[in-house]
């Protein structure tokens, strides 16, 4: 039962007619908000108290980016105070004392530092999530004879109806934390003239987009979804819809010979209203410095003044090479396509920026990530290619150590291959402190959170990303893959279905709509997705595994086999993963030959492996008592 306290008449009375008071209280906005925080963090009280500074920064852009409720003290444990993922909250009290000093210092701090401070940053006791409000603004003294008895009536009335609502039950608590504003920057017009330059246009738009997500206070839709409206003719706001995001930047791009003219317009979405437009123009060798001005008006038009860090962020750039930042985006351009082609091209790409230019810490970052991404659609040994990323990752942070993609990579590595999920976890949070926005790091983290056994994390993050880049076929497919492992078949099978939607000759989402269909034994149904996902092109090994198991489960064992020979022809012309061959092995009951190839997968360190705790078609092997020895390789035995 609700019940809402009321001091006395007397004292009440008191209360309102001495003395200045407060008239009035409001919600901070997010942009506020974020410049409270600044201000708090900068300040001499929280000038060397590095674990509570992070613990604050933490708490507070988690509460704006709407996840409050993920708040807890066991994410706390391992977010911010980098415990393993044994830590036990009820043995070890750190994230207790540590909130507990939190509120300390803030009172502290405005008592002094922030005595007059617009913004409140609050904890109530009992919880990890900040509450944030305005500071009342104070009447004026003297008040009139008149004016009190009006304020004493009104705040008696507001008593009764305060009282009202507590016993009629419709009070309700104060609104859930702001949701930062969101951008979608569209793909720039190439109107150069030249259909071949539609790469810098692309380039320079994912360049402005990624400058937007490295601020705070801002959710930036990836260039993934906003590149699906390329030449796409639909009102802004219903745009806007599609992608839930309050504020659309378009524009155009004008290459001629060493100059490059960016014009672009900032539009509030709800109203179609045009905020700014505006024209900028540089020589190409200081073009990275055209995109910051670009991306600085844009953060400018949306979140107001911006804090000393970002304009730091948004003004400083070095000259480059023409030469140079072309292959970077050339690279930029293939490794978006996301197929095999791609990828080996934009290795070539980044190489040749490299060789150009050796200190180019974004070609170092994208050849990590493309060596990373061979592997995991398994099309390159991992032994081959996961070593070469980890190395370009470890470059690119040795000349910049603020790539979220870099950090993004390592972890990638760590888990899916060293199999070192501590220092995996380690970061993949590091790449999520400096980049919030960052898709690809919030991807691969849910999909570490997963492999663990961390599976409501796992959605949750997953479901983030999906709010940064809503039109990903790949994010879709992967949120779906999460549900499979929670067993919720229909929801995954709805996510896939979704994918789908998206690009209907999508191979990979057709296999694991196929498997979830296994999982619920509509088998005719799995064997159409199966068959679907053979006949498209781009599909890799494992597409054949899947349809090898579903044969074998149907007890087409012809079939099946024929599936096995296949492998091993495609085997002496292409990399073909043991996976696929252990999928098979497990629809045809095979268990020694399933576990024969699971030992060659540890050796060749398969990604698939990763998925042994908790995917199910594993469950077929799951009474073996040699499944358990292969987890404990892993490293997933304890997870």
């Known amino acids: 039962m609700l019940v809402w306290s009321l001091p006395s008449t007397g004292r009440f009375r008191s209360r309102i007619l001495s003395g200045p008071q407060p008239v009035s209280e409001q919600f901070a906005s997010p942009e506020a908000i974020q410049a409270q925080l600044h201000r708090i963090l900068t300040s001499r009280t929280f000038a060397h108290a590095g674990r509570l500074s992070r613990l604050l920064r933490y708490t507070v852009e988690q509460a704006l980016a709407g996840q409050a409720d993920q708040i807890k003290e066991y994410i706390l444990g391992l977010q911010v105070f980098d415990k393993g993922e044994d830590f036990d909250p009820r043995l070890d009290p750190l994230v207790r004392v540590e909130a507990h000093r939190l509120r300390s210092r803030l009172r502290k701090y405005y008592e002094t530092d922030g005595a007059g401070d617009p913004v409140l940053i609050e904890f109530p006791k009992g919880r990890y999530a900040p509450v944030f409000r305005t500071r009342p603004r104070v009447a004026r003294p003297g008040v009139g004879r008149r004016a009190r008895s009006v304020a004493l009536a009104g705040a008696l009335t507001l008593a009764g109806l305060f009282a009202y609502l ?64 390329k030449q796409v003719r639909k009102r802004l706001p219903e745009i806007a819809r599609e992608l839930q995001v309050a504020y659309v930047v378009e524009g155009s791009l004008n290459r001629a010979g060493e100059r490059v003219r960016i014009s672009a317009q900032l539009i509030e979405a709800a109203t179609d209203r045009h905020l700014w437009a505006q024209s900028y123009e540089r020589d190409l060798r200081d073009v990275l410095t055209l995109q910051k001005e670009v991306a600085r008006a844009i953060a400018e038009g949306i979140k107001g003044r911006l804090d000393p860090r970002e304009q730091r962020w948004l003004t400083v750039a070095r000259p480059i090479n023409p030469k140079t930042y072309e292959d970077y985006l050339k690279g930029r351009y293939q490794w978006s396509k996301r197929t095999e082609e791609g990828l080996r091209k934009s290795i070539e790409h980044f190489q040749q920026a490299l060789a150009e230019d050796p200190g180019y810490a974004l070609a170092y970052a994208g050849l990590a990530e493309s ?197 091993e022809a495609r085997s002496r012309r292409e990399y073909v993963s043991p996976m696929s061959r252990v999928l098979v092995h497990i629809g045809l009951k095979q268990n020694d030959q399933a576990f024969r190839e699971l030992e060659r997968a540890c050796q060749e360190r398969d990604g698939w492996l990763a998925w042994l705790n908790v995917d199910p078609l594993f469950d077929r092997l799951r009474t073996d008592p040699r499944l358990a020895q292969v987890v404990r390789r892993v490293g997933l035995a304890h997870r």
């Open 371 to 567: 060596y990373a991404l061979l592997a995991s659609y398994g099309v390159s040994p991992a032994r081959e290619v996961m070593p070469k990323a980890r190395a370009a990752a470890q470059r690119a942070l040795q000349f910049d150590d603020t790539l979220a993609e870099a950090y993004a990579s390592l972890g990638f590595v760590k888990s899916f291959y060293e199999w070192d999920w501590p220092g995996a976890g380690q970061d993949y949070r590091r790449a999520l402190e400096l980049n919030s926005n960052c898709t690809t790091a919030r991807h691969w983290y849910a999909g570490y959170l997963r492999a663990t056994g961390r599976l409501e994390e796992a959605l949750a993050q997953m479901r983030q990303a999906q709010a940064l880049d809503p039109l990903s076929r790949a994010i879709s497919r992967d949120l779906g893959r999460t549900l499979y492992s929670m067993r919720r078949y229909d929801d995954a099978i709805r996510e896939y279905r979704q994918a789908l939607e998206f690009e209907p000759d999508f191979p990979s989402g057709y296999l694991h709509l196929g498997m979830a269909y296994l999982a619920q034994a509509k088998d005719q149904e799995a064997l159409t997705a199966l068959l679907k996902a053979r006949s498209l092109p781009g599909g890799n090994p494992l597409i054949l595994g899947g349809l090898g198991l579903c044969h074998g489960v149907l007890d087409q064992q012809a079939e099946a086999r024929k599936i096995l020979e296949e492998l």
């Open 166 to 229: 507590a016993v009629t039950r419709m009070w309700r608590p104060p609104a859930a934390a702001p949701q930062p504003p969101s951008v979608a920057v569209l793909p720039l017009a190439n109107l150069s003239g030249d259909p071949s330059q539609d790469f810098f246009a692309d380039g320079m738009t994912d360049a402005i987009i990624g400058d937007l997500a490295s601020l705070g206070g801002l959710r930036v839709i990836s260039r993934t979804s906003a590149m699906h409206y």
